[in-house]
């Protein structure tokens, strides 16, 4: 069974919108986290939450909130969508710690157009 | 801004052979580096990792840290075609549980 799912795979979307990206973990982590992978670029970590609290926030822009309703989701939310946020968005989980692995979920590859 | 180096972007090997992966970090500071291992249209998955100088085997994975040259490799013995994929280093900023990734290297190991 998949231990962290990421729904949905995959999303279209037009400039301007919203949309939300939901991602649930059944590893019994305490912390999660957002990734983006975006073409030809390294993974790029953009979020992590503990105990459902934002630990640390690389994001520039406030149009990317996670939401986290209970323990093992965390959710993240994109408003006035634009093409250029067109990546795929991995959510991962880990024990508390840097000295922890991160378990990565399967990815929802998002198309802004 | 902390970063991650990998070379080369891609390495072709025959199976069997050995392949050899190497990887830059700007911080010593860091707590722990990580291998990961990336398929098409999947998420990365944890190989292994390294806290110490020195090396650490784990079956046919050998990885091998300086601290002081900022240096990691990855090798993977006896490569089978199974182990074609993206191979991603990465470290934990010290202070921050954030793993920050190099580019990766396309493995493709013929058979």
């Known amino acids: 069974d998949p231990k962290i799912i990421q729904k949905p795979k995959y999303l279209v979307a037009v400039t301007g919108s919203e949309k939300i990206l939901i991602c649930e973990q059944y590893?019994?982590?305490?912390?999660m986290y957002w990734y983006r992978q975006s073409a030809k670029k390294p993974l790029e970590f953009m979020f992590s939450?503990?105990?459902?609290?934002?630990?640390d926030n690389q994001t520039a822009s406030s149009r990317f909130q996670p939401q986290s309703s209970k323990k093992n989701h965390l959710d993240l939310q994109i408003t006035a969508l634009k093409p250029d946020d067109s990546a795929t968005y991995f959510c991962?989980?880990?024990?508390?710690?840097?000295?922890?692995?991160?378990?990565f979920g399967p990815g929802t590859r998002l198309t802004v157009l | 801004q902390e970063k991650v180096q990998q070379s080369p972007e891609s390495l072709i090997v025959p199976e069997g052979a050995m392949s050899s992966l190497n990887c830059t970090f700007s911080?010593?500071?860091?707590?722990s580096i990580w291998w990961y291992q990336q398929h098409p249209g999947k998420g990365p998955e944890a190989l292994i990792s390294i806290f110490s100088n020195g090396n650490k085997k784990e079956g046919r994975l050998t990885v091998y840290l300086n601290r002081a040259s900022l240096h990691v490799s990855l090798h993977i013995r006896d490569s089978q075609p199974s182990d074609s994929a993206v191979y991603l280093c990465?470290?934990?900023?010290?202070?921050?549980?954030?793993?920050?990734f190099g580019s990766g290297t396309q493995l493709t190991v013929m058979p």
């Open positions: 939450y503990s105990y459902q609290k934002l630990m």
């Open positions: 911080n010593s500071a860091s707590q």
């Open positions: 990465a470290f934990a900023s010290s202070g921050s549980w954030q793993l920050i």
């Open positions: 991962a989980s880990s024990q508390q710690g840097d000295s922890y692995e991160q378990y």
């Open positions: 590893l019994g982590h305490n912390a």
